[in-house]
Nanobody
Framework: QVQLVESGGGLVQAGESLTLSCVAS????????MLWYREAPGRQRELVAH????????VYVDTMKDRFTVSRDNSKNTMRLHMNGLKPEDTGVYYC??????????????WGQGTQVTVSS
């Protein structure tokens, strides 16, 4: 099948930057829309951003719109979340999600295992 692996999380101070990566591997025919979700402590998982195969993207969380951007490299089946000016409220586990058409030409949704981002004040 398909595996999504996130990396790049860590403990940073407020105001610093991080770039999260999500790399897909496996029985991939075509990577479609890729998304980032965040699960903050004690809260439900929420959609942070998406990017289409053609590179159209949007950040959905109002407090992140002017600080976060999302990019992808289709040749490497990779998506990144560039997070600048991090704030303590950005803390959470960030998950990669992707709609992937596999070699059997069936499109399925896949999740990564998540990467922890902790921002200290």
């Amino acid at each position: 099948q398909v595996q999504l692996v996130e990396s790049g999380g860590g403990l940073v101070q407020a105001g610093e930057s991080l770039t999260l990566s999500c790399v897909a591997s496996g029985n991939i025919y075509r990577m479609n829309t890729m998304l980032w979700y965040r699960e903050a402590p004690g809260r439900q998982r929420e959609l942070v951003a998406h990017i289409t195969r053609d590179g159209e993207s949007e950040v959905y969380v109002d407090t992140m719109k002017d600080r976060f951007t999302v990019s992808r490299d289709n040749s490497k089946n990779t998506m990144r979340l560039h997070m600048n000016g991090l704030k303590p409220e950005d803390t959470g586990v960030y998950y990669c999600n992707a709609n992937v058409k596999t070699q059997d030409l069936i499109t399925r949704e896949y999740w990564g295992q998540g990467t922890q981002v902790t921002v200290s004040s």
